[in-house]
């Protein structure tokens, strides 16, 4: 095998594994038949709505329709009378007629589309609230499943494709329908045997834009999947170009980013093809109508069934004719994939919370931070044990430290007691309240967090410590700044507390993000303190000034500490060691040095690194 052909299948197999990595969920089947159930839902969205504006929507339909269906006649009537008869005060007047006719038609299809667009408008406004407020409150488990890229396609995407039907489709199907059954009527009345003879095309016109235009549409939805994959795969590449960059895998980031944009390439240039196809076959199916209308219209004339001026009518009305017919062909394929669309969006809404609130929940009291978890048993996974067996009484305003190694279960026992997830058997009771009775708001009010993953929002330093207490002063915002020792760094940034940082906080160092999340947390000043290796990223220095700060931070408090660094818990009230999920030792640090167990193995462990890293 050549240098070159080897070169390509390590490659291929490069590319391969990359693709392994990014499985997204294409959300994809878009093809749904027609469903009741899907319109009445959207219909409640639009009832409120409905009363104020359908009527003045239907007036302007029915006088938009009714002036268009008018003019032929006029010029029908002018050809037959006023030209014949040389009777120019006639035509004159008719030409006005016309002419005022295409202005009311003018007037009342504008009022009608702005109408319609703000009811549209307004019942997607309120879905994508909805959506949005429904997806802040579901539980871990949901956003566990669930990449983020498939949640903001739901928001987005799907939403919009919504928004197509409800701005122009339900109106232009009404519009459309009285059109056609009106010219239909017309058509009949002036002379049956012609009207009769044209439609014969109508069935081939319904049946192409219809079998068409779905396949068309069908085509746009692959490229659509195509596009929000890219965008996923984007999302994902700019938040980890860090460690892209560090293992130096932009290659192969690039190789799977080709192979993405190739799908999305094709899939655009299949469906641009096809959509070339259907105006050629909309136009020639017009054309034999029009050739229908000329060769009989013609021979009825020579008969003198009909007049000159009904044959020009016939004409003008077949003009209108084939516009319904194929936006009625359009809007059918739009109404499937807005079916869809909507299938998957009031999925979402109707997935309920994991962790629900019980009908009779109550507001947890002011706590004083008395915590009980008894026999507790956890299962992020059926069958798979994350807590097993967990007794632990906390006394208010008591510091815990829980330690272990990686995979313990630490984090868990902080997520049970936040209810970020519910226990699967056993309770975790604060001050006597079993958690599950009492409302998620006032449990979480009283419980503060730091994570290991400070999140910062984009906005200004401000903004992100008065993250934990909206209704905070200035003053307390710097006040809550000074005593963790971030008012320092803050001051010698460029607009001090006003400086933006943009969303994760890219401009700030971890150290600096985290004392910025000690400051959130104090401003929220909960009874309840949870530091998740709070103290990780800070170097030494700086650890050893916020040592105090976090004595004021804690001073009164309950809190759990969670820190792989054991230096900064040694003086916890208590220190909890975990281990596979379980409590293999309890005490405080000179009680679990003297025992010699687990707790002193993993001192000894860290004192050796720490010697052999200097
Ligand atoms: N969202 C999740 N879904 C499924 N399993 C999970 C999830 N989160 C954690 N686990 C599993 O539960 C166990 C306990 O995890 P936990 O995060 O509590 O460990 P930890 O002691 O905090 O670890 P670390 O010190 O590394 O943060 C681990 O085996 C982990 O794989």
Redesign the pocket.
């Known amino acids: 095998m050549s240098a070159q052909s080897n070169k390509k299948t390590e490659s291929a197999e490069a590319t391969e594994q990359v693709k392994s990595r990014f499985v997204y969920q294409d959300d994809e089947d878009m093809d749904k038949g027609f469903d009741w159930v899907q319109v009445k839902r959207v219909g409640k969205y639009m009832r409120p709505y409905a009363r104020q504006m359908v009527p003045i929507i239907l007036v302007m339909m029915v006088v938009g329709a009714i002036t268009k269906l008018l003019n032929p006649m006029l010029l029908a009537y002018a050809i037959d009378h006023a030209i014949k008869e040389k009777d120019s005060t006639q035509l004159l007047y008719i030409v006005a007629g016309m002419l005022g006719l295409y202005i009311v038609q003018w007037l009342a299809n504008n009022y009608r589309i702005r109408y319609t667009n703000l009811i549209g408008q307004r019942v997607i406004y309120d879905l994508r609230d909805d959506l949005f407020s429904h997806v802040q409150q579901l539980s ?2 949901f956003f ?1 499943k669930r990449p983020a890229g498939a949640i903001l396609v739901r928001i987005t995407n799907y939403v919009n494709s919504l928004q197509d039907l409800l701005t122009n489709g339900v109106v232009n199907l009404m519009i459309d329908c009285v059109q056609l059954i009106g010219i239909i009527a017309i058509l009949l009345v002036y002379n049956w045997k012609l009207g009769l003879a044209i439609m014969v095309t109508v069935p081939i016109m319904f049946l192409v834009s219809t079998k068409v235009r779905l396949r068309i549409r069908r085509a746009w939805q692959v490229v659509q999947v195509r596009t929000s994959r890219i965008n996923s795969h984007l999302n994902e590449c700019i938040q980890g170009i860090k460690v892209t960059q560090a293992y130096a895998q932009e290659q192969a980031n690039m190789d799977y980013f080709e192979e993405m944009n190739k799908d999305n390439h094709k899939a655009w240039n299949r469906a641009s093809t096809l959509n070339q196809t259907f105006n050629p076959i909309i136009e020639v199916t017009g054309a034999i109508g029009y050739f229908i209308l000329f060769l009989f219209g013609s021979y009825l004339v020579m008969r003198q069934e009909i007049t000159v001026g009904i044959l020009v009518a016939f004409g003008a009305y077949i003009s209108q004719f084939w516009e319904p017919i194929n936006r009625l062909g359009q809007m059918y394929s739009q109404m499937l994939i807005a079916m869809a669309s909507s299938e998957r969006i009031f999925e979402f809404i109707d997935e309920q919370p994991n962790v629900a609130e019980r009908q009779s929940a109550r507001p947890l009291p002011a706590i004083q931070g008395n915590i009980e978890f008894k026999g507790i048993e956890f299962e ?2 059926p069958g ?1 044990h ?2 097993k067996r967990i007794d632990l009484n906390v006394k208010a305003g008591s510091s815990i430290a ?1 330690v ?10 902080i ?1 049970l007691l936040c209810r970020f997830y519910d226990v699967t058997a056993g309770s975790i009771r604060i001050d006597g309240h079993d958690i599950r009775d009492v409302t998620l708001h006032s449990l979480r009010s009283q419980v503060g967090i730091v994570l ?1 993953d400070t999140f910062i929002f984009s906005g200004t330093i401000r903004d992100n410590i008065r993250f934990g207490r909206l209704d905070a002063t200035d003053e307390e915002v710097e006040a809550a700044a000074k005593a963790v020792r971030a008012h320092e760094f803050i001051v010698d940034l460029p607009q001090g507390y006003e400086t933006e940082v943009q969303e994760r906080g890219n401009v700030l160092s971890m150290g600096q993000r985290q004392l910025l999340s000690f400051a959130r947390a104090l401003l929220a000043d909960p009874r309840v303190l949870i530091l998740d ?1 709070a103290t990780a990223s800070i170097d030494t220095e700086t650890e050893v000034k916020i040592q105090e700060a976090l004595q004021t931070l804690l001073a009164g408090r309950t809190s759990f500490i ?1 820190a ?1 660094r054991l230096s900064t818990i040694r003086h916890a009230d208590e220190i909890v060691v ?1 281990d596979h ?1 379980e409590i293999k030792e309890q005490g405080n640090h000179e009680e679990l040095i003297a025992k010699q167990g687990v707790y002193h193995g993993l001192i000894q462990a860290q004192y050796r690194f720490l010697q052999e890293t200097g």
């Open positions: 871990f488990r566990d992020y996974e798979r994350a807590l829980l272990g190694h990686t995979g313990s279960g630490k984090s868990t026992i997520n290991q290796e969670i792989h975990l999920g």
